[in-house]
């Protein structure tokens, strides 16, 4: 069971960068999937989740309008779209599984992540 993720890099603020988590193991539909990051120095903190089986789809507020999750069960593939990006979306940004979306637990323990760097 993994799950990886990539997409990540550098971009200049209001630009864009889709990041992908790629899911091997396991089917997609059975989880909630869930975006997490964690800037230096902050703890870590859920962005986006999506669960099919109930529909369920969630954002932080502060990420609402700009960020978008989505999911390919064909290539058991969740993405993060991320649009007007800030320089306070500067983090290492990693996906995990959980029961459902309001959980405050995952299944497995953290994947590498990849870096998202806003900056000028």
């Known amino acids: 069971v993994q799950l990886v993720e990539s997409g990540g890099g550098l971009v200049q603020p209001g630009g864009s960068l889709r990041l992908s988590c790629a899911a091997s193991?396991?089917?997609?539909?059975?989880?909630?999937i869930k975006w997490f990051r964690q800037a230096p120095g902050k703890e870590r903190e859920g962005v986006a989740c999506i669960k099919n089986s109930d529909r369920s789809i969630w954002y932080a507020d502060s990420v609402k309008g700009r960020f978008t999750i989505s999911r390919d069960n064909a290539k058991n593939t969740v993405y993060l779209q991320m649009n007007s990006l800030k320089p306070e979306d500067t983090a290492v940004y990693y996906c995990?599984?959980?029961?459902?979306?309001?959980?405050?637990?995952?299944?497995?323990?953290w994947g590498q992540g990849t870096q998202v760097t806003v900056s000028s």
């Open positions: 995990a599984r959980q029961a459902h979306c309001g959980s405050m637990l995952i299944f497995g323990s």
């Open positions: 193991g396991f089917t997609l539909d059975d989880y909630a």
